[in-house]
């Protein structure tokens, strides 16, 4: 992925007053915010389908024991790795493109007690800054869509991974033809969104050294979560105080109702891929 295109997905995702908003927001929504726990964040800190439940459905399927080491590829505000770190003390790692996200995921981190148990950094996932061997997992959750080369991210993860090591991806992906609508959450328009099938993940999965140990379509799953979103919207007459809408910034019902659309065309399907390093 070139510069420039990793710069233009920053700039999709980032929002200089990132963690003020979300201060707010959980103010406005009765938290106290000098009090707060991983599950007081999890309606914003989750910027995936199906938020922290998809987290953890995924996570369900992992063998990610207390004092691993852990990679979260494209970890956003932090919210899937907060919640491994709590549930299975494990030691986590983010890296995201995104400077406005890595602050925000240290500072939500510092509050809810868990800075020993994460950190995270600004980085690329084709260019990771860790040492071969370093880690015990990763996990990629909604993040391949803003990569193309997935050869080189398949590659590049598999080096930073002890063998055996397990790899966990929830992406949406290609499952049919056609002309996607945007905006979508992951990108303006089709200029950084690089959506592609499960078949081309396995491959460059597979030639960068990992075996295929599952894999599993969740779409309706994923019809379920944005029809119910965009109902709530609808009838309240705009998102909650709290929510991914603050990641997403702008054109919200559009966004949505363009993923529930994709989805409904069965042009793309949220999509798990478990692999394990050889």
């Excluded at 691993?68 to 919210?79: A, E, K, N, T, V």
């Excluded at 996932?125 to 370093?134: E, G, R, T, V, Y």
């Excluded at 659309?261 to 478990?274: C, D, F, M, Y």
């Amino acid at each position: 992925m070139s510069g420039v295109i990793e710069e233009r997905v920053s700039q999709h995702y980032s929002r200089g007053d990132l963690e003020q908003a979300i201060l707010d927001a959980l103010a406005k929504s009765g938290k106290d915010v000098d009090r707060l726990t991983p599950a007081d964040l999890s309606p914003v800190d989750e910027f995936h389908t199906a938020g922290r439940q998809a987290t953890i459905e995924l996570m369900e399927q992992l063998d990610y024991k207390p004092g691993m080491r852990i990679l979260d590829i494209g970890c956003g505000i932090g919210g899937p790795s907060r919640y491994l770190a709590e549930t299975r003390d494990c030691r986590v790692t983010g890296i995201d493109l995104t400077e406005d996200y890595v602050r925000t995921a240290s500072a939500l981190a510092q509050r809810v007690g868990l800075s020993d148990r994460v950190s995270y950094r600004q980085a690329s996932a084709l260019s990771l800054p860790f040492d071969d061997a370093s880690f015990d997992g990763a996990m990629m959750m909604h993040v391949g869509m803003n990569i193309e080369d997935k050869a080189a991210l398949c590659r590049e993860v598999r080096r930073a991974l002890k063998p055996a090591a397990t790899f966990a991806i929830f992406d949406m992906m290609r499952m049919g033809d056609g002309e996607l609508a945007f905006p979508v959450h992951w990108a303006a328009s089709a200029a950084t969104s690089f959506v592609a099938p499960p078949a081309d993940y396995r491959r460059a999965l597979e030639d960068a050294g990992f075996e295929i140990v599952k894999e599993r379509s969740r779409r309706d799953f994923a019809l379920d979560f944005f029809r119910q979103s965009a109902a709530r919207i609808k009838e309240m007459g705009g998102p909650p105080a709290l929510g991914i809408h603050i990641l997403m910034k702008t054109d919200v019902p559009q966004k949505i109702a363009n993923v529930l659309a994709n989805l409904e065309k069965g042009l793309i399907a949220p999509t798990e891929i478990i692999s394990r390093a050889k």
